[in-house]
């Protein structure tokens, strides 16, 4: 797993992250849309915690990424 990881380069995991975390655009990003929901307690339907992980998902990779290249 740490083979795959090591391959995966910046210049592509970085603007993914950003792109994933940010989409759609308009008119509120879903990841912040989740998390705001995440924040009020009103996140409890599968459909959003699936869409706020999935979005999500290329950030988590990048930190594991950036951790592991600091070790």
């Given at each position: 797993?740490?083979?795959?990881?090591d391959k995966?380069?910046?210049?592509?995991?970085?603007?993914?992250?950003?792109?994933?975390?940010?989409?759609?655009?308009?008119?509120?990003?879903?990841?912040?849309?989740?998390?705001?929901?995440?924040?009020?307690?009103?996140?409890?339907?599968?459909?959003?915690?699936?869409?706020?992980?999935?979005?999500?998902?290329?950030?988590?990779?990048?930190?594991?990424?950036?951790?592991?290249?600091f070790?």
């Amino acid at each position: 797993m740490w083979s795959l990881l090591d391959k995966i380069s910046y210049r592509v995991i970085i603007p993914l992250a950003i792109l994933m975390f940010l989409a759609p655009f308009r008119p509120m990003p879903h990841a912040l849309e989740k998390l705001n929901m995440l924040l009020n307690g009103t996140l409890s339907r599968p459909i959003d915690i699936f869409d706020l992980f999935f979005h999500l998902i290329p950030a988590f990779i990048l930190l594991l990424k950036g951790i592991r290249s600091f070790r």
